[in-house]
């Protein structure tokens, strides 16, 4: 069984990682790998695809078609166009209804996972020690707020660690994201020294080929 240390930090990285890329994002992933699978919604969703392709088809020959000299034709295409429409607005309009209840049923479990796990954790565990700090190595009131809120005093609580470990968490993640902002940077300045670099002159901004031009042409008259 993995410790109690590990579990409580991998749950903070879990719950970092899903604030940072977004509900939003993660719901849109497991809806796309859920249509994967062999499911009721898949062969909706591949029946969703056909449609459009065959709504942008037969737009396309409509359009290439003249309504006044080939009106049969074009009639044709419009009823079939408007059928296929038709279908597809009800395809989607019935996949849309059953995405909105599994973002909701994916949002519940997410919640479950991350911050309902780690109350439930730090509920049941509130009294166990994380770990124990030596003996006089901190003064007795900063003994009792590493303890807090159940723990023993002279111990790291479950709340403390949690709080410990979202901290590192969070100073990983922007130190990662500093480092590869420096590592695009000079990639970022070789692109721009590639380009050409417009002189402009002292007085109000104007090109100093469109000062001189300006200066040539009050000369001449």
């Given amino acids: 069984m993995p410790s109690l240390l590990l579990v409580v930090f991998l749950l903070q990285l879990a719950i970092h990682l899903v604030n940072t890329v977004g509900a939003s994002a993660i719901n849109t992933l497991l809806w ?6 062999p499911t009721s919604t898949s062969k909706s969703v591949r029946n969703q695809s056909e449609k459009r392709r065959e709504v942008v088809q037969l737009k396309r020959e409509m359009n290439s078609t ?3 000299d080939e009106f049969a034709k074009w009639a044709k295409l419009r009823r079939q166009h408007d059928k296929a429409l038709a279908e597809y607005d009800q395809i989607t309009q019935s996949l849309q209804s059953f995405k909105t209840s599994f973002d909701s049923a994916v949002g519940i479990l997410r919640w479950l996972g991350t911050n309902g796990l780690r109350v439930f954790l730090q509920f049941w565990f509130s009294k166990q020690p994380m770990f124990w700090l030596p003996r006089g190595w901190v003064p007795g009131y900063i003994e009792w707020i590493l ?11 479950i709340q403390v660690w949690g709080i410990a470990c979202a901290s590192v968490v969070q100073i990983a993640s922007m130190a990662i ?27 109000g901004g104007i090109g100093v080929d469109e000062k001189m ?4 042409g009050d000369k001449e008259l």
């Fill in 32 to 37: 796309a790998l859920y249509n994967k699978l």
């Fill in 66 to 68: 003249s309504s006044q």
């Fill in 147 to 157: 303890a807090f809120p159940r723990a023993q005093i002279g111990s790291i609580s």
């Fill in 177 to 203: 994201a500093a480092a590869w902002v420096l590592l695009l940077q000079p990639k970022v300045g070789a692109a721009r020294q590639g380009e050409p670099m417009k002189m402009e002159g002292r007085g």
């Fill in 213 to 216: 031009g300006r200066e040539r």
